[in-house]
C-alpha cells in the first residue's frame, strides 16, 4: 500500500502512515465544530500503529472532552489538527486536513447528522470562487 504522507500548518510537526484507511466520516457533532472551528470534523480512521512521526511529536498538545469519548490533538505551534489515538486505543484518528496527498478512500458517511448547524444544508447553493472574492 502507498504511503502518505501529512503535517500541520506551520510544518513542525510531520509524518507518514499507509494509505489503509478504513472509515473516512464527516461528524457534525457539536463538539467536532468546537474543536475544528467548522461546520464539520473530516476524520479518516486506520490501525493504532499505522504512523510514523517524522518531527515534532514533542509539541503535540491532546484535550480529551471531559465525560466524553471525544479528543483533540494539535500543533501547539500554530494549532492545526494532528493524528491521535482514539481514547479507546483502537484506532488512530487522522485528520483529512492534515494529509498532504489524497486518502484511497472518500467520505462514507456524515455522522451525528442531527447536531449540524442549523444553515449547512444551504452551503451548496453558495457562490463559489478560485479564491478570495473581490
Not at 42 to 48: Q, W
Not at 65 to 84: L, Q
Not at 101 to 128: G, M, N, V
Request: aromatic content about 12%; proline content about 4%.
Amino acid at each position: 500500500m502507498k504511503q502518505v504522507f501529512g503535517s500541520c500548518l506551520c510544518n513542525r510537526v510531520t509524518f507518514t502512515c499507509e494509505n489503509d484507511f478504513s472509515h473516512f466520516h464527516l461528524c457534525h457533532c457539536t463538539q467536532c465544530q468546537k474543536a475544528t472551528g467548522s461546520v464539520y470534523a473530516a476524520n479518516l480512521f486506520t490501525d493504532v500503529d499505522n504512523i510514523v512521526w517524522l518531527t515534532g511529536e514533542a509539541i503535540i498538545k491532546r484535550f480529551n472532552v471531559p465525560g466524553r469519548s471525544i479528543s483533540n490533538a494539535f500543533c501547539s505551534e500554530c494549532g492545526s489538527a494532528v493524528p491521535y489515538k482514539s481514547l479507546s486505543g483502537k484506532a488512530l484518528v487522522v485528520p483529512a486536513g492534515s494529509l498532504d496527498s489524497e486518502p484511497h478512500i472518500q467520505p462514507l458517511s456524515h455522522i451525528f447528522y442531527a447536531e449540524r448547524a442549523s444553515w449547512y444544508d444551504s452551503i451548496t447553493a453558495c457562490k463559489k470562487f478560485d479564491s478570495m472574492p473581490d
